[in-house]
């Protein structure tokens, strides 16, 4: 168990429509990553919140929006679904934003779009 | 495409025998880490290598780093039906953002 925690496990919903996938850090941890996965595209880098304040973006959709709450834990906002959003979406977490911090990976949601 | 590409794609062993997978990446990095994955489930650390490191041993676990030829390899030695897993390499060319690698499927057959 790496200590951080995501919910829901599994979400199940169709096109067009919005889901809220929710990330708690590891205590102590301030940063927190989201990850995708997909059997097309791998585990991709969407984005990282440090302290309340976004630090870096990498693949991220603009129908996609994150943040990070004063009690550290995040939140990834997916709207206008679409099939191709169906993956596995996971969070990590890091006691510092530099290079090299080892990431704490949670179990993930695997989010179904029909 | 992406920075780290792992190699093979996919591995059948006894249990007993010794797994070796091979990363390779494009950019200088400041850090390389493997990590494993049980069939759909969430990532697990096994070990961080940094670039002035070019071995790092942790248990089974043997992880050398090459960064002339920006590569790495993970070692699992004396393997178990247990280590049956993906196992991904990632790297930090972009600063704190991994990017990995397409994995290496692991089947270890008791």
């Known amino acids: 168990d790496s200590g951080v925690t995501q919910t829901p496990k599994h979400l199940i919903t169709a096109t067009g429509q919005r889901v809220t996938l929710r990330c708690s850090p590891r205590?102590?941890?301030?940063?927190v990553y989201w990850y995708q996965q997909s059997l097309d595209q791998g585990l991709q880098f969407l984005i990282q919140?440090?302290?309340?304040?976004e630090r870096a973006k990498g693949n991220i959709l603009e129908r996609f929006s994150a943040q990070q709450f004063p009690d550290l834990h995040s939140e990834l906002n997916l709207s206008s679904l679409e099939l191709g959003d169906s993956a596995l979406y996971f969070c990590?977490?890091?006691?510092?934003w530099g290079i090299g911090d080892e990431q704490f990976f949670g179990p993930g949601t695997r989010l179904t779009v029909l | 495409s992406q920075q780290g590409e792992e190699d093979p794609q996919a591995l059948s062993i006894q249990e007993g025998e010794n797994a070796t997978m091979n990363c390779s990446y494009k950019?200088?990095?400041?850090?390389l880490q493997w990590y494993r994955q049980n069939s759909g489930r969430g990532l697990v650390h096994l070990i961080l290598?940094?670039?002035?490191?070019r071995e790092k041993h942790s248990g089974r676990l043997r992880v050398t780093l090459d960064t002339s030829k920006k590569s790495s390899s993970l070692l699992i030695t004396a393997s178990r039906a247990a280590d049956t897993a993906s196992y991904f390499c990632?790297?930090?060319?972009?600063?704190?953002?991994?990017?990995f690698g397409g994995g290496t499927r692991v089947l270890v057959k008791p």
């Open positions: 990590a977490s890091s006691v510092g």
């Open positions: 950019t200088s990095i400041n850090n």
């Open positions: 290598i940094r670039s002035n490191e």
């Open positions: 990632a790297t930090d060319a972009q600063g704190n953002k991994l990017t």
């Open positions: 205590s102590g941890d301030l940063s």
């Open positions: 919140y440090y302290n309340g304040e």
